[in-house]
């Protein structure tokens, strides 16, 4: 592969730190990035290697500039609240469907590589855990329907004109630079945020949701990898590992010398219960992940304390 690789959302939460791995590894980076949920401060300032053009997947001619002389994409761009997507389906489909064909149309015309951000919420609730990828896929939000359409699309593009394409089915991805004020942020965020301003962590329900937990950096270490790899497909991107909302709940109290209480509060509908992947294949062709969830937790709040 030569050097420049097109992050397509690489000032958001997983692309900066995509990013910033592939600049430490020598690659030259292109981002497009509209800045709706991602932000500047997310990327290095001035980097020699780093190049960012403002704008939409939406428009036809940036789009086009942005794909040249590039040897390979991440696409990581979307709609990415479920809550929207079920108040919203015709805006979140005309994003995340719409706006994934045009990336695949101008991969196909430029030959390129796309690997793309996929999501656990194509299972819908599980039946049998772990789930591997074989599993039955059945979506129970506009936002875990789209994402899967998006793998149904690469596929046909990679049967009818040879596309080289991966998508990366995420779990639930925790670190820096997720945005604890967003009202749709990961738990692990929410939580924190909480934690910090002396308020109970609210836990819904029983606390019993099981949920598996992956570092970004690690995910972004598996993208790199996955971009330098032929493998096309599907591959589950996660620990392995289930943890239970109470668990979590408790481990950030205990990290945080025992300060802070949990509140239950009313279980949320569509809240899926049960999700742990079977991480055999990412570790066969992409690598594992290192990290393990209370070391990640700890430098996170130590993080979040210093800044
Ligand atoms: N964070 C998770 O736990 C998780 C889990 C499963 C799947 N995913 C998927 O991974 C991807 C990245 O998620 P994230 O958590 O980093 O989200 P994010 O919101 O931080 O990143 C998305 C980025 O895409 C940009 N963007 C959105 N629409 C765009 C458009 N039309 N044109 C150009 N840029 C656009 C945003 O400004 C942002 O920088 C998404 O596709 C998401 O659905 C994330």
Do not use: W
């Not at 420049?4 to 430490?24: K, W």
């Not at 932000?39 to 789009?63: C, F, M, W, Y």
């Not at 049998?128 to 039955?136: F, G, K, N, R, S």
């Amino acid at each position: 592969m030569s050097e420049r690789i097109l992050v397509i959302g690489g000032a958001g939460f997983i692309g900066s730190h995509s990013v910033d791995h592939m600049l430490a590894e020598g690659y030259a980076v292109r981002v497009l990035d509209d800045f709706s949920t991602g932000r500047r401060e997310n990327l290095p300032k001035g980097h020699p290697q780093l190049e960012i053009i403002a704008g939409s997947v939406e428009d036809a001619t940036i789009l086009q500039v942005a794909f040249t002389e590039v040897s390979a994409v991440l696409y990581l761009a979307a709609q990415v609240s479920v809550q929207r997507s079920l108040e919203d389906p015709v805006q979140s489909a005309e994003q995340n469907i719409v706006g994934f064909v045009r990336v695949l149309e101008q991969a196909r015309r430029y030959s390129v590589r796309v690997v793309y951000a996929s999501s656990a919420a194509v299972y819908g609730d599980p039946e049998v855990l772990p789930l591997q990828e074989t599993a039955p896929l059945r979506p129970i939000s506009p936002y875990g329907l789209e994402k899967y359409s998006n793998e149904l699309y690469a596929e046909l593009f990679g049967r009818l004109y040879g596309l080289s394409q991966l998508g990366l089915r995420y779990f639930n991805v925790y670190g820096p630079r997720q945005d604890p004020r967003s009202p749709y942020s990961g738990v692990i965020s929410r939580f924190i945020d909480q934690l910090q301003n002396g308020r109970p962590l609210t836990v819904r329900g029983d606390g019993l949701q099981e949920r598996d937990f992956i570092h970004v950096a690690d995910v972004a270490r598996v993208n790199l990898a996955a971009l330098r790899s032929a493998v096309n497909g599907v591959v589950n991107v996660a620990s392995g590992r289930a943890t239970t909302i109470g668990e979590l709940a408790e481990l950030l109290i205990e990290l945080n010398l025992g300060k802070g209480e949990m509140q239950r509060v009313l279980r949320q509908s569509g809240d899926i219960r049960h999700s742990q992947a079977d991480v055999s294949r990412m570790q066969q062709v992409l690598g594992r992940a290192n990290i393990p969830l209370n070391r990640g937790l700890r430098t996170l709040l130590e993080r979040c304390s210093a800044a």
